[in-house]
């Protein structure tokens, strides 16, 4: 009887270790976020992750998600179906400071011509930030890339913003922090895996 009652325990036991392995989560800079996310109905996986630093400040977390395991800029771009990125606040910041920040970035990885291919959705991407008034320690925006919808964005899991239909503009925006002249030298490693 008590051996049955042990096994039984064990079972159970087993079983609850095994659904909580299920739902894991990293910490980057201090925030939470899953190692495994559903997007477009497809898991993705954590590719990298790591902290934007301005200066001395850490300004944010920046966790990207793939179908499967890329190690250079290419690979990422290059990637079939649904993307995400997560970026989680570390400090307080206005969603203009925030968007002048994405567009420097967009502007400085690629060129003139690139750019005015996207002209629109890089309006509809700055105006999505300006319903960000106050972003708040620890809000997460996600930005993914669905295939046959677009760009999407939320905040704290809200959606802001329409989306926006190129592929290459969402890999204009990933090259902020994957292009030749990233916002954070130390975060492109980090987000492909090798940091």
């Known amino acids: 009887m008590k051996t049955n009652y042990a096994i039984r325990w064990i079972a159970g036991l087993s079983l609850a270790l095994s659904l909580g392995s299920a739902a894991q989560a990293i910490e980057v800079g201090g925030l939470k976020f899953d190692d495994t996310v559903k997007v477009a109905g497809k898991d993705l996986k954590v590719n990298g992750a790591g902290v934007r630093v301005r200066i001395v400040v850490k300004v944010y977390a920046l966790v990207l998600y793939l179908p499967e395991k ?104 990933l090259k902020i922090w994957l292009g030749d002249k990233p916002v954070d030298s130390s975060l492109k490693p980090a987000l492909l895996g090798k940091g």
């Not at 400085?108 to 972003?135: C, W, Y």
């Not at 959606?159 to 592929?167: A, H, L, N, R, S």
Request: proline share 5%; charged share 25%; aromatic share 8%.
């Open 70 to 173: 890329k190690d250079t800029t290419a690979g990422v771009l290059d990637t079939q179906g649904p993307r995400r990125f997560s970026l989680g606040l570390l400090r307080e910041v206005t969603g203009d400071d925030l968007g002048q920040a994405f567009m420097a970035g967009i502007t400085a990885n690629t060129d003139k011509a690139e750019r005015s291919k996207f002209v629109n959705q890089l309006a509809q991407f700055g105006e999505a930030f300006v319903n960000i008034p106050q972003g708040k320690k620890g809000d997460v925006i996600t930005v993914d890339w669905i295939p046959d919808t677009g760009t999407v964005m939320a905040l704290n899991g809200k959606p802001i913003g329409e989306p926006m239909k190129d592929v290459n503009f969402y890999n204009a925006i």
